[in-house]
């Protein structure tokens, strides 16, 4: 498994599983697929509401802890100082885990400043090996990394073939701070990527699929995806897409690598380079302090 590696050491694979939208009662069993296939880097979230089936299956697995990358994610509900730092406590009985691996910031509202100072303290403390933001837009995400002492490690956003998240890379880069993408195959109103003529040509001359190409493409450029499905068979497809094969399906020992072409003509297909969901919609906004806040 490629690896990158985050501002303060620590390496994180580029390819996780991410379980948005798995039941809860469906997340022990998926999870434990996707660790019997391979994935390390699992990816959940406390407003998921599945935290506890993906530690079961991480506690089941026979997999040493250190060589699972764990992710989850304060919701807006937890913001502020006191209560984030009772719901990383929450989070890490429910995960069945002394420690987190990666700790995000769900959304960019509320007392997102109280919540860094416990994620800051959970840190310090070895509760949590590395922080990080969700859903920070460029100037949301610059506001915020300019008056905090420890910076933002990683930034999740929604990002793929079509949303390519180009303008916040500079700011970014500025902190060292690394992106992850949620949605790396489409969803949350984006469609086209696994039918993508564009992706299924590139595809063809290694025998990969559009699914594979867009994974590839976002892993090559340093960016961490962690694609969901709860079938074990998509799951290995979507895992594969570091390694040639030959016909019958055998380890060539040769690398998967897109070539400059490929990565340009991928370029050209970007939609919408912030994403879909406007984060600063006053009434998506509205919609969450009212809701969560």
């Not at 050491?9 to 939208?21: D, I, S």
């Not at 380890?251 to 072409?261: Q, V």
């Not at 297909?269 to 969450?288: C, E, M, R, S």
Request: hydrophobic share 40%; glycine share 8%.
């Amino acid at each position: 498994m490629e690896t990158i590696k985050l501002s303060n050491g620590l390496e994180m694979p580029l390819l996780g599983y991410g379980v948005f939208q798995v039941p809860p009662q469906e997340a022990e069993r998926c999870v434990s697929d996707a660790l019997s296939v391979g994935y390390r880097l699992i990816d959940t979230a406390q407003a998921y509401y599945n935290e506890e089936g993906v530690g079961a299956a991480i506690a089941k697995s026979g997999i040493k802890r250190e060589d699972i990358f764990l992710v989850t994610k304060v919701w807006v509900s937890n913001n502020g100082e006191e209560r984030a730092a009772k719901s990383i406590d929450e989070s890490l009985k429910k995960l069945q885990t002394d420690y987190i691996d990666l700790l995000l910031i769900h959304q960019a509202y509320g007392d997102v400043f109280g919540t860094w100072r416990a994620m800051e303290r959970a840190y310090r403390d070895g509760k949590v090996r590395a922080i990080g933001v969700s859903n920070f837009q460029a100037a949301r995400f610059f506001d915020f990394a300019h008056y905090v002492d420890v910076k933002p490690m990683v930034n999740q956003l929604q990002c793929n073939a079509l949303i390519q998240q180009n303008a916040i890379e500079p700011i970014l880069d500025e902190t060292d701070t690394r992106m992850m993408a949620w949605g790396p195959l489409g969803g949350q109103g984006v469609d086209g990527i696994v039918k993508s003529p564009v992706l299924a040509n590139i595809g063809s001359k290694y025998g990969k699929s559009a699914a594979q190409v867009a994974l590839r493409w976002l892993t090559q450029r340093g960016i961490v995806a962690i694609p969901k499905s709860s079938h074990k068979e998509r799951m290995a497809q979507n895992f594969d897409i570091f390694e040639m094969r030959d016909p019958e399906g055998a380890n060539c020992g040769k690398a998967f690598r897109l070539t400059s072409e490929d990565m340009a003509q991928i370029a050209a297909l970007n939609q919408h380079d912030t994403g879909t969901i406007n984060f600063a919609d006053p009434q998506f906004v509205k919609y969450l302090i009212q809701t969560y806040g």
